[in-house]
Each structure stands twice: as structure tokens, then as C-alpha cells.
């Protein structure tokens, strides 16, 4: 079910549960800022999510309220995982989901990581 990208935190989202180790997931990459683990239903060969550890629901959330060494951490952080995923010479992409028209179901900040073949045309027609 898609969620709005506005809204308070969700403390009992799935990727909260996550972060906290009540879920478990398939961690390829974790520092003080991010944790990176394979989406539990991939849609490519290479399909992992970048979560920051902190309560953001959306990119604008994100952008608008981080701090610059949270912001820089993320941001480094998703770099870090398509360079050590070796995806950075056949190529990737990223995606983030926000609110009901991008049908974000997760409502803490994610982006999507997909690699692993040609991966086609940015949006279906
Ligand atoms: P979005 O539509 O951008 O909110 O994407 C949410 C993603 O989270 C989907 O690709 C799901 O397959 C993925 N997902 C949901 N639950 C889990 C989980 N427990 N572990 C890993 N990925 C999950």
C-alpha cells in the first residue's frame, strides 16, 4: 500500500524495525550514517536499499531538516555501496520513491539500488 510522503515519523515502519535488528535483512554495507541491504523482492540481478539510520520519510524531509554530515554521510554512503557492489563500471541506477504518485511504501527515506544487467528505459510508457 503506498503512503504519503508527508506525515509524522513512523516509529514502527519495517525499515525502523530494521535498523533496531527486529527484523532481520541481508546487510551488505553499514556505517554511522546508512545501512545497505538486498530488497527483500528484487527487480534486478543487484536490487539494495540504502536507508539512513535517521527518522526521515521522505527526500524532501531529508533534504530540508538533515543535518550537512548526515546529508554527506547518505550521500557518500550510497556512492560507497555502487562502488563496492562493482557496479560502478557496468552502470546502475538509482530511485527514490516519495509519496502516493511514486507509490512509496515504506515511509522512512530509501533509495533503491538496481544493477546487474541493462536495466532499459527509465520509467515504463
Ligand atoms: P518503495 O515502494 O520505494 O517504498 O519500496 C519499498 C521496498 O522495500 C520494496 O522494494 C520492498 O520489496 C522492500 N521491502 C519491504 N520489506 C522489506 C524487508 N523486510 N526487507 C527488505 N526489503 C523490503
Given at each position: 500500500m503506498a503512503v504519503a510522503a508527508t506525515g509524522d515519523y513512523d516509529d514502527n515502519n519495517i525499515f525502523a524495525r530494521i535498523l533496531r535488528g527486529e527484523i532481520p535483512s541481508q546487510r551488505v554495507f553499514e556505517n554511522d550514517w546508512a545501512v545497505a541491504f538486498h530488497d527483500?523482492?528484487?527487480?534486478?540481478p543487484v536490487h539494495v536499499l540504502v536507508i539512513p539510520r535517521?527518522?526521515?520519510?521522505s527526500w524532501a524531509d531529508f533534504a530540508a531538516r538533515a543535518g550537512e554530515a548526515e546529508i554527506a554521510g547518505f550521500v557518500r554512503a550510497v556512492g560507497q555501496v555502487a562502488h563496492d557492489l562493482g557496479l560502478e563500471e557496468p552502470g546502475y541506477r538509482l530511485l527514490a520513491n516519495a509519496g502516493l504518485d511514486a507509490h512509496q511504501e515504506v515511509p522512512h527515506l530509501h533509495v533503491h539500488l538496481f544493477g546487474g544487467r541493462p536495466l532499459g528505459p527509465m520509467l515504463a510508457r
Open positions: 527483500i523482492n528484487p527487480q534486478a535517521g527518522r526521515w520519510r
